[in-house]
């Protein structure tokens, strides 16, 4: 069994910064591509950004610039580096993770951006 603990959510100004940190813990799994999602009040949850085994990024537009992902596979571990927050931003955010057979996710975590 694998578990997703987050980290690093909290109440930030407007322009300020956030580092969220999700690790994965357990015994023999395989982890490829982890990502973070975000999901606002009466909002659907959105894919933020995403990253594979190998590196490669992908982002919402709405974050393109301000946000990067980041992973230490050595930890099992996917950060995501937030800049420039706005309040749009706010929102619960959820690690992600792609096993080989299935999928993890985390408990979330609360951003919340003051304006």
């Known amino acids: 069994q694998v578990q997703l603990v987050e980290s690093g959510g909290g109440l930030v100004q407007t322009g300020g910064s956030l580092r969220l940190s999700c690790a994965a813990s357990?015994?023999?799994?395989?982890?490829?591509?982890m990502a973070w999602y975000r999901q606002a009040p009466g909002k659907q949850r959105e894919l933020v950004a995403i990253?594979?085994?190998?590196?490669?990024?992908n982002y919402a537009v709405s974050v393109k610039g301000r946000f990067t992902i980041s992973r230490d596979n050595a930890k099992n571990t996917v950060y995501l580096q937030m800049n420039s927050l706005k309040p749009e931003d706010t929102a619960v955010y959820s690690c992600?993770?792609?096993?080989?057979?299935?999928?993890?996710w985390g408990q979330g975590t609360q951003v919340t951006v003051s304006s």
């Open positions: 992600y993770a792609r096993g080989a057979v299935r999928t993890y």
């Open positions: 357990g015994s023999g799994f395989t982890i490829n591509a």
């Open positions: 990253i594979s085994s190998g590196g490669t990024t």
